[in-house]
Each structure stands twice: as structure tokens, then as C-alpha cells.
């Protein structure tokens, strides 16, 4: 198992490019989400899916879109990059939605908007 | 939603020394879970507490979930220097995993 995947791994992108980050997980979990880090802080929640076709906003949604068309892979979609955007951004997965499942995270995209 | 805080934010040992980090909430917790990143790393899954008073330990790792089950700590006996990283302690609040704003350690030889 590859476990969860990210790509890209870096990207740089001017002020109102758009782009989707990749996330994919071969485990079949059906719980997936995406995180953003700040330097020196903690992960702050961006949107989630329970499962195929079913998406959530997290803590910090603006400026974000995802969709869950398959059990595999969540993508998220920066609309009109901006410079607060920069940050890493990391993809976790776990069995279910419940709150007693440990996460899986990717290695993270490390983005920056110039 | 209900927030977790960490203390400290940053934490200096001697190699050898103990080093404990401390997670507390305003609400009681259904659970907690607490991950290690290292530096440029993900974070990964240590280990999680459900019962009121629980203690697990892992190697020179103590983790303990307050009676209450409003905070918890994680105390690591004679640190090394592969101890180094930020540990992060968890909420769940419905559907959502919120993280607390992590503790660094960092650890001179």
C-alpha cells in the first residue's frame, strides 16, 4: 500500500492562478480531509468527506473548493490564489468518520503564492 | 467548535532530561489522540485515550487522560535527540478533528 499520496509535493503560483492539490489513499477509508499548517502552528481543518459524493467545510473553508467523485482521492481546489494561501497543506484519511479513527496524513504540499 | 490548548508552545531539554506537554480543554472530551510531526514531516498517529483516568505508555512515552476528561498529558522520560518534533494533541467535535496548537521539543546533545 502506497498509503496516502500528495502531489505535488511543491508548487509556486502567482497571485489569482488556480490549481488543484491531489490527494489519493489506497486503504478504503472513507473519511478524508485536508489541513493547512502555518509556520510554527498547529493544522487547521479545511474541508472534509465522510465518504464518496459527501463533502464538509472545516474550520477555514474560504477560498477553497472539494469534491469526493470516487472513495480514493480527494482533490482541493484553490479558486483565486492569494498570498495568505501560502502554507503546507496536508491530506489525511482514516477508516471512518467517526472520532475514534487515527489519521493518515500524506507528505504534504508545501505551496507558495507570490 | 470547542478548541484544545497546548502548553507549552516551545520546550528546550538537555539531552536526558524529561519533558512533558500538556493539552487542556474547556468542555469535556470524548477522546483524545496525540500525533508526533517531525520537523519537515507529517504528523503521525502516537497513540489515543477514551477512558476517564487512562494511562498508556509507550517505551519512555507516559500519556494520561485527566479524570475529568477535560485535558491530558504527554510526559517523555530521558529525552533523545530523536524525540525532536512537535506533538500535537486532538478534538473531535462531531465529524471534525481540530488540532491544538502543538508543543515544539527540541533537544541538545
Known amino acids: 500500500n502506497a498509503g496516502v499520496t500528495q502531489t505535488p509535493k511543491f508548487q509556486v503560483l502567482k497571485t489569482g492562478q488556480s490549481m488543484t492539490l491531489q490527494c489519493a489513499q489506497d486503504?478504503?477509508?472513507?473519511?478524508m480531509s485536508w489541513y493547512r499548517q502555518d509556520p510554527g502552528m498547529g493544522l487547521r481543518l479545511i474541508h472534509y468527506?465522510?465518504?464518496?459524493?459527501?463533502?464538509d467545510q472545516g474550520e477555514v473553508p474560504n477560498g477553497y473548493n472539494v469534491s469526493r467523485s470516487t472513495t480514493e482521492d480527494f482533490p482541493l481546489r484553490l479558486l483565486s490564489a492569494a498570498p495568505s494561501q501560502t502554507s503546507v497543506y496536508f491530506c489525511?484519511?482514516?477508516?471512518?468518520?467517526?472520532?475514534?479513527?487515527?489519521?493518515?496524513f500524506g507528505p504534504g504540499t508545501r505551496l507558495t503564492v507570490l | 467548535g470547542q478548541q484544545v490548548m497546548q502548553i507549552p508552545q516551545y520546550q528546550h531539554v538537555q539531552e536526558g532530561e524529561d519533558f512533558t506537554t500538556y493539552c487542556n480543554s474547556s468542555?469535556?472530551?470524548?477522546?483524545i489522540q496525540w500525533y508526533k510531526q517531525r520537523p519537515g514531516g507529517h504528523p503521525v498517529f502516537l497513540i489515543q485515550?477514551?477512558?476517564?483516568?487512562e494511562v498508556k505508555k509507550q517505551k519512555r512515552l507516559t500519556f494520561q487522560f485527566g479524570e475529568a476528561k477535560k485535558n491530558s498529558s504527554l510526559h517523555i522520560t530521558a529525552t533523545q535527540t530523536t524525540d525532536v518534533g512537535t506533538y500535537f494533541c486532538?478534538?473531535?467535535?462531531?465529524?471534525?478533528?481540530?488540532f491544538g496548537g502543538g508543543t515544539r521539543l527540541m533537544v541538545k546533545p
Open positions: 468527506s465522510v465518504g464518496a459524493g459527501i463533502t
Open positions: 486532538t478534538n473531535n467535535a462531531g465529524n471534525m478533528l481540530t
Open positions: 468542555t469535556t472530551l470524548s477522546n
Open positions: 485515550l477514551v477512558k476517564s483516568g
Open positions: 489525511a484519511s482514516s477508516t471512518d468518520w467517526g472520532p475514534y479513527n487515527e489519521q493518515f
Open positions: 486503504m478504503n477509508h472513507e473519511y
